[in-house]
């Protein structure tokens, strides 16, 4: 087990070890149980949590806020429209100041081709850990939140299990890469078989799929791109079903959705669920387009986990905090 974590930044979970991200996930079941059973959890008393934010959130921001006061210390929330980041403060000067302010930096900062290189920009400046709550490249909490859930649900060897990570089409907005992108990275890692379902216009960063193929050969299992959203579905485990953006083709809004109209169709309902394993569960990082995305018969139904999948971030981020913030 790999302890040795203090003052570590999680950016991405494909720079912690699959010992350091098995260390974590024990420390969050650990913290699960401390909250079921009412015991004390003040691991970080006295401590700050800066929480900067570009961009709305309701999950991230609450689960962050109410861990860190859970192990005894603060959240401060910061964000970017009512402080002077918007006139002018620089990715150096938030390191170097809120560094000394607090004792570990949360961002999201999703903006396409610039919230990953702001937060290493951040990192790089920072005395004090930068935990990345959701950038263009990776949301690798939501994917260690989903990686807990999958466990809980098909216990901690997922072997020979079939993930079906897929496009789905939403008309809210062009959502960023980061969940499908961290998912395939962190899936591949723990021997699965991994489907990345989607439209040809809306595939992933090939240098991220690279990774992936990397992680297959060194940890087992598979990674397989299919373009058909029923063959997704067939004999799969576990269904992941969520919208993104075609970054890759366009970063134009109207054409994107003018690409996107073209797969009204890949609405998630029961007889797609039906394709899949009797016991395979539903899950999505949430808010999903109810109803565009997925029936509400789907994702109220019996196989959908998406309550314990976002209980599940508070328990990841809680055990991220207490292993590099100490
Ligand atoms: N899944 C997720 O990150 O939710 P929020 O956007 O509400 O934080």
Known sequence: MQTDLRGRDLITDQEWTREEVDTL?????????????????????????????????????????AGIAQLG???????????????GDTAKEIGEIIGRYSDGIAIRQCDWNFGNKYIREVAAASRVPVLNMQCDVYHPFQALADLMTIMEKFGRDLRGKTINVSWAYASSYQKPLSVPQSLILLMTRYGMNVRLTHPPEFGLMPDIVGQAQDNVRKHGGSLEILHDFDAGFKDADVLYPKSWGCWMTTEDKQESAKLGGQYKDWITDARRMALAKRDAVYMHCLPADRNIEVTDEVIDGPQSVVYDEAENRLHVQKAAMALTMR
């Open 73 to 87: 210390g603060h959240g401060m929330f910061i964000d970017s429209e009512t402080t002077q980041i918007s006139h």
């Open 25 to 65: 996930l024990d420390v969050a079941w650990d913290l699960k149980r401390r909250r079921a059973t009412g015991e004390s959890q003040a691991l970080l008393r006295d401590k700050v949590l800066a929480m900067l934010f570009f961009f709305t959130s309701t999950r991230t921001r609450a689960s962050f806020e």
